[in-house]
């Protein structure tokens, strides 16, 4: 997700620094980011000038401390867990332009909940890209209650400039609005296969010929990662503590297996290796 953020902010003319702890991920990033931006340009969905160009506004790094201090804004899209997100705010805070707004693009934990790791409150949001971001066009501009207009409407306009479609939460809410409505639909695709009624294939099959969905259930829970489906629904859990939201019995052995979709070779479906 954030390679793909980075790129839809370098194609909005930004100048743009994507940030990871691991070398070799910022090199498959930059390699796949290379191969996304040559199929769209076939495609004709960008010209070769606005692709290279894009690129020239785009680095990669593993050093944090530079390039937050000259940042404007922040979007964070590491792992789904609280406590390294609270960690990776408070160093942002350090470094970061007093100015500069802190949001975090998580589907599930609010920004309440890193906002405090922080001396600018005011300053952090919730600015959800859906997958894949460089497709998709909505974004989800979330306020916590100490977000200020300045911050919401800065990220707002941001979006747009972006050429992405904001829609605004004014209240926090774990999932937001779309993911959950789609993750009801993931738990009753996975009650429906549990409970013997349906292939994986054939739920799948429903809901893209029945429904209009450009993809099944599990063909989308492969492609974000079962991983962060379990570490979402855990989320959702422990803010909850109603049994219903911990994760599916299936979904638990197959992260326990690290079976966690396309990124692992192996999830609802096999992946054959490149």
């Known amino acids: 997700?954030?390679?793909?953020?980075?790129?839809?902010?370098?194609?909005?003319?930004?100048?743009?620094?994507?940030?990871?702890i691991d070398p070799d991920m910022l090199e498959q990033a930059r390699e796949e980011l290379r191969s996304r931006m040559d199929r769209r340009v076939e495609k004709g969905t960008e010209t070769r000038a606005q692709a290279d160009s894009a690129f020239e506004r785009l680095t990669f790094t593993t050093e944090l401390e530079g390039p937050a201090s000259t940042a404007d804004y922040v979007i964070e899209a590491v792992v789904e867990k609280v406590d390294v997100k609270r960690d990776l705010f408070a160093r942002l805070d350090r470094h970061a332009p007093e100015h500069a707004v802190l949001a975090t693009n998580s589907s599930t934990i609010v920004s309440s909940r890193v906002a405090d790791a922080t001396n600018r409150p005011d300053r952090v949001c919730n600015m959800h890209f859906f997958n894949p971001a460089l497709v998709?066009?909505?974004?989800?501009?979330?306020?916590?209650p100490q977000t200020s207009d300045a911050t919401a409407e800065t990220t707002i306009e941001l979006t747009r400039r972006i050429n992405r479609?904001?829609?605004?939460?004014?209240?926090?809410?774990?999932?937001?609005v779309a993911n959950r409505i789609l993750h009801a639909l993931r738990d009753e695709a996975i009650r429906l296969y549990e409970d013997g009624v349906s292939s994986v294939e054939d739920i799948d099959t429903a809901c893209r010929t029945a429904l209009g969905h450009p993809m099944g259930p599990f063909e989308l829970q492969d492609l974000t990662g079962l991983d962060v489906?379990?570490?979402?629904?855990?989320?959702?859990?422990?803010?909850s503590g109603d049994p219903a939201d911990k994760p599916a019995r299936i979904l638990v052995e197959k992260f326990e297996k690290g079976e966690f979709g396309r990124k692992s070779g192996k999830g609802w479906y096999d992946y054959p290796k490149k």
């Open 165 to 176: 479609t904001p829609v605004v939460l004014n209240k926090e809410i774990t999932g937001f």
């Open 136 to 144: 998709m066009q909505c974004v989800e501009v979330v306020r916590n």
């Open 1 to 20: 997700m954030g390679r793909q953020i980075g790129m839809v902010c370098a194609l909005g003319g930004y100048s743009v620094t994507v940030w990871d």
């Open 229 to 239: 489906g379990y570490y979402v629904k855990m989320a959702r859990f422990e803010e």
